[in-house]
């Protein structure tokens, strides 16, 4: 991180073993091996869990691959792991636009894959009970009668992960809330901002439409947990000019939901540049 070239891009080596490899159903068996082999990779997380790892501004381009490339090669392999929790959605508009075929052409791992290999990596699992945007991904909406109720967890898709103070993954879950907070179909079909695949609801990411190599040069999305509060996208480029059409409401709302969760937006937004901090609950 400090002047020496990231080797988390070897995690683009295991996602293309796991597309072109192992049966359906596979798990804590092809993953733990891989990481006993490099430990490296767990080092290199754990410094960059460091809570004031967020201070630090990683270098960008040069001949080697970025820290953020090599966690977004890292974020790759963990849409994978989290489709295993997933509701499949048949919609062609969920399938790769640049071909018509699915993002994702290996197999659907086992539940017990991510739980595994966030305890290889030195993850540990989201104690956050109380629904939050920074720490929950909403998989499904039930409408509450009560048109002022706020967002609550009614269920667990899968759990999320951090690192240190840096969020690994969000936990995937059911929220129940008033139609006065959102809608219900948009919060959980609208596009997922910053995400490569899943199986349930089209995603937008940055590394779609191009090259086989190009693909990878996409920065990960960097959130930090710090001294009470929540900082969203610390590697934003602030000086880029935000969606002139879309009030501050909306690209806030945009940056820490990841989706739209009253009127829809669409795809083609940039909340890439966009960031925040707030207080912790």
Same mark, same amino acid.
């Given at each position: @991180?400090?002047?020496?070239?990231? @080797?988390?891009?070897?995690? #683009?080596?295991?996602?293309?073993?796991?597309?072109?490899?192992?049966?359906?159903?596979?798990?804590?068996?092809?993953? *733990?091996?891989?990481? $006993? @082999?490099?430990?490296?990779?767990?080092?290199?997380?754990?410094?960059?869990?460091?809570?004031?790892?967020?201070?630090?501004?990683?270098?960008?381009?040069?001949?080697?691959?970025?820290?953020?490339?090599?966690?977004?090669?890292?974020? #790759?392999?963990?849409?994978?792991?989290?489709?295993?929790? *997933?509701?499949?959605?048949?919609d062609p508009q969920?399938?790769?636009?640049?071909?018509?075929?699915?993002?994702?052409?290996?197999?659907?791992?086992?539940?017990?894959?991510?739980?595994?290999?966030?305890?290889?990596?030195?993850?540990?699992?989201?104690?956050?009970?109380?629904?939050?945007?920074?720490?929950?991904?909403?998989?499904?909406?039930?409408?509450?009668?009560?048109?002022? $109720?706020?967002?609550?967890?009614?269920? $667990?898709?899968?759990?999320?992960?951090?690192?240190?103070?840096?969020?690994?993954?969000?936990?995937?879950?059911?929220?129940?809330?008033?139609?006065?907070?959102?809608?219900?179909?948009?919060?959980?079909? !609208?596009?997922? &901002?910053?995400?490569?695949?899943? #199986?349930?609801?089209?995603?937008?990411?940055? !590394?779609?439409?191009?090259?086989?190599?190009? *693909?990878?040069?996409?920065?990960?999305?960097?959130?930090?947990?710090?001294?009470?509060?929540?900082h969203y996208n610390?590697?934003?480029d602030p000086s880029?000019?935000?969606?002139?059409?879309?009030?501050?409401?909306?690209?806030?709302?945009?940056?820490? &939901?990841?989706?739209?969760?009253?009127?829809?937006?669409?795809?083609?937004?940039?909340?890439?540049?966009?960031?925040?901090? $707030?207080?912790?609950?």
């Amino acid at each position: @991180m400090h002047g020496v070239p990231s @080797m988390l891009w070897e995690f #683009r080596d295991l996602f293309i073993e796991l597309r072109d490899g192992p049966a359906a159903g596979w798990g804590g068996d092809v993953l *733990q091996p891989w990481l $006993e @082999m490099r430990p490296h990779l767990v080092e290199e997380l754990r410094e960059l869990g460091r809570p004031d790892s967020r201070r630090v501004r990683v270098p960008r381009g040069g001949n080697h691959y970025t820290v953020l490339e090599g966690l977004y090669a890292l974020s #790759r392999v963990l849409d994978v792991l989290v489709s295993a929790f *997933q509701p499949d959605n048949p919609d062609p508009q969920l399938l790769d636009w640049t071909s018509g075929k699915p993002w994702w052409r290996g197999t659907i791992p086992s539940t017990s894959a991510w739980p595994d290999f966030c305890a290889a990596i030195g993850a540990v699992s989201l104690a956050e009970s109380s629904f939050h945007p920074f720490f929950h991904e909403i998989v499904s909406v039930q409408v509450s009668d009560d048109a002022d $109720e706020p967002p609550s967890v009614v269920g $667990e898709c899968w759990p999320g992960a951090i690192v240190g103070g840096m969020l690994v993954a969000r936990a995937g879950v059911v929220i129940r809330a008033g139609a006065r907070h959102m809608n219900i179909d948009v919060a959980a079909r !609208s596009a997922l &901002y910053w995400a490569w695949w899943r #199986r349930n609801r089209r995603a937008v990411d940055l !590394s779609h439409g191009w090259g086989h190599n190009s *693909q990878w040069a996409t920065d990960f999305r960097r959130d930090y947990v710090d001294e009470g509060q929540l900082h969203y996208n610390i590697d934003a480029d602030p000086s880029r000019q935000p969606d002139s059409d879309l009030s501050d409401a909306d690209r806030i709302d945009l940056l820490r &939901y990841r989706c739209s969760i009253r009127t829809d937006l669409g795809t083609d937004r940039w909340p890439f540049d966009d960031t925040f901090v $707030e207080q912790a609950p």
